[in-house]
């Protein structure tokens, strides 16, 4: 007979999600996981086998709730331009609100671990890729009923919107200047009037 948990696995996620999000894959040791965590290094491993099986949970759920949040927008009627702003201000959002500079912890695995791990890889494009199937969405939508005047393929402008939120979820670990965000965000989005 399975044994019950003495712990909150939602709860346990969102911490092991912070602390590989604020420190790395690679500075976050066992012994912080088992200290950050509240739970036994023994639970730890019963529940998920090794840290690099905590670190893809962490890092799906943080795909999840990312995803859910941009596609309750981008399903939301309304103006497509005012859409395409919004995704974009959703998908950088807490950069700047003081959160120790993580930035985004997808981006932050792409940088880290992706290069050498292959399932790491597969998630970060799978993210990339439901990311700029949202854009291409609304923006196919908006030029079908006149309100995207750039003539240009939606999916080569889905792909540059993906690129302007990559972009932007670099500059927020630097740069935590709210007017630089607004001025990209502003430019990026006036090219859906452009005939480009």
């Not at 730890?44 to 709730?65: C, N, P, V």
């Not at 939120?165 to 989005?189: A, E, H, R």
Request: charged share 25%.
């Amino acid at each position: 007979m399975a044994r019950t948990k003495d712990f909150d696995e939602n709860e346990v996620l969102t911490r092991a999600m912070n602390l590989f999000w604020s420190r790395g894959y690679n500075a976050t040791s066992m012994e912080d996981l088992v200290s950050g965590l509240g739970i036994s290094r023994s639970s730890l491993y019963d529940t998920y086998t090794d840290k690099h099986s905590l670190f893809i949970k962490a890092l799906e759920t943080y795909q999840h709730i990312g995803f859910v949040k941009l596609q309750e927008t981008a399903n939301h009627p309304g103006p497509a331009k005012e859409t395409v702003k919004k995704l974009i201000e959703l998908a950088t959002e807490g950069l700047l609100a003081g959160k120790q500079d993580k930035g985004c912890f997808m981006l932050n695995a792409g940088v880290e671990v992706a290069p050498h791990d292959k399932t790491v890889n597969n998630l970060v494009r799978r993210n990339d890729q439901l990311m700029e199937d949202l854009f291409y969405q609304v923006i196919q939508a908006g030029k079908k009923k006149g309100e995207i005047k750039n003539r240009r393929d939606a999916k080569v402008l889905a792909r540059f919107f993906l690129n302007t939120i990559k972009g932007l979820q670099v500059t927020g670990k630097s740069s935590p200047d709210n007017s630089v965000f607004d001025d990209i965000i502003m430019l990026s989005v006036s090219t859906l009037d452009q005939n480009g």
